[in-house]
């Protein structure tokens, strides 16, 4: 095997890295907003639910959420499954714990503003949701960035999780070029792959927070 | 061997993230069973309900394979998946009017990915025994044997030297499932008997000098040691003989049957022989082809 033929299988596994990490993002987003913003709710079972949700999502190894989401729709329901569905359940299972994630980073950002930021609010005559959006929100995603950062470079490295419900990324393409050529190299371009990627996240993150930082210069 | 969110009023998320949880909960709950499903005595409960799949031409036909285990099925050097076994079920495909689909699986989950239906069959250096009530299997088409792989300066000459060594051997392979049954008394004069994900890093720590010897299939071992002659030697002595077969999900005995007929003209049609000598230099040899002789 060339080392063409190598680079463009590692990078057509990276693609599917890419997607993951993309769609997941998209996903889980938002997602983690909308189970902060349950998790705090006044309405009490509401808010337990979302402690329970974030509890299970946190405890228990992603890989074997992959394993539940794909494999319940037949154990549970007798539903076949096709080839499509990994990838469904490679997406969603990524979605619903990030979401955990980023809901409890999203908290420790909305929780450290000052309850007096509220009040001053309330005596302008902001109303609750204009509070939060125009006030509050702002200075939250500046402080949550590096925590955000870390997250999202652990989500790159954790794509390659995906294959353990059998969608082939690019970690488990050099696996198998490694095992069929047997050579180290596919391990070390793929080391290389991830860290390069990372680093432009690093360096998007810095330029982000560099340009948030507005108060500080 | 071995073997998305949309735009939401807040009522109705609210509504919506409860259903997800529940989700979240059903799923969990549904672990135990799936994973002990996934395990190594699968598929002997459900099976054999209504979802039978008959041969018909022109329907998918979905391998499920190990890409890591040459020389059965892997990823060839123009990139394609190839392999001995992957080769024949192609063939099997053309004959039959199959829809050929090659599907590279992870092992431990073999049993959920059958079972669920993702995939048709196993055919991946599938070993038979052992695992004759979980599977509706094909016809034994290969022999194998199970054997020990040190390196070539350990001095380790038979089973007697390998007395407080460190063995490895595939997680959920027919090689741990001899050394764990008929063999137990042979594993418990090692140091320790570990398992890997795969044969691939089992060699690497073998080479590296991490581990004393491997345990694996005949093709397996003559596999690395036409890859690398000079750093690991076969024992003579065998752990245990035994066949490969085409698994199906239980009750597929239709399936199997057509694919068993298949090979059984491939072979009298000498294609398997041909095969068998494209894949010699990678420990496939015709002396070992059991189907039909």
Known sequence: MTIQTMLSMLFGGFQTSLAIFALTLVGALPLGVLVALARQSRIKPLAWLMRIYISIMRGTPLMLQMFAIYFAPYYVFGIQLNPGSKWTAVVVAFIINYAAYFAEIYRSGIQSIPRGQYEAAEVLGYTGSQTFVRIVLPQVVKRILPAMGNEVITLIKDTSLAFSIGVAEMFSTARAIVASQVTMLPFLFAAGIYWVSNFVIESLLAALEHRLDYYHE | ?293
């Open chain 2, 1 to 293: 061997m071995r073997l998305t969110t949309t735009n939401v009023t807040r009522r109705s998320a609210i509504t919506m993230l409860g259903g997800a949880a529940m989700l979240g909960l059903a799923a969990c709950g549904s672990t135990s069973g799936g994973s002990s499903s996934a395990g190594s005595d699968a598929a002997t409960t459900e099976s054999a309900s209504s979802d039978q799949l008959e041969p018909t031409s022109g329907m998918d036909f979905v391998v499920g394979f190990d890409q890591e285990y040459p020389p059965y099925g892997y990823v060839g050097d123009d990139g394609e998946y190839t392999g001995f076994d992957l080769d024949l079920a192609q063939r099997v495909c053309e004959i039959q009017g199959w829809n050929y689909q090659p599907n590279p699986i992870d092992w431990d989950a073999k049993d959920g990915e059958l079972n669920g239906g993702s995939i048709t069959c196993i055919w991946n250096g599938f070993t038979v025994e052992g695992r004759e009530n979980d599977y509706t299997f094909s016809d034994p088409y290969m022999l194998n044997a199970q054997v020990i792989v040190v390196k070539a300066d350990s001095g380790i000459k038979s089973f007697g030297d390998l007395a407080g060594k460190t063995v490895i051997t595939q997680a959920d392979s027919a090689a741990l499932e001899v050394l764990q049954g008929d063999q137990a008394d042979l594993a418990a004069t090692f140091a320790s008997l570990d398992t890997r994900a795969d044969y691939n890093t089992a060699f690497m720590e073998l080479e590296s000098g991490a581990v004393d010897a491997v345990a694996c299939d005949l093709s397996i071992a003559a596999y690395q040691l036409a890859q690398k002659p000079d750093t690991y030697v076969q024992l003579d002595d065998e752990l245990s003989s035994e066949h490969y077969a085409v698994g199906f999900k239980k009750g597929n005995t239709d399936l199997a049957k057509a694919v068993t007929d298949t090979l059984k003209q491939m072979d009298s049609d000498g294609e398997v022989e041909k095969l068998c000598e494209k894949y010699s230099d990678q420990g496939i040899s015709y002396s070992n082809w059991c189907l039909g002789k």
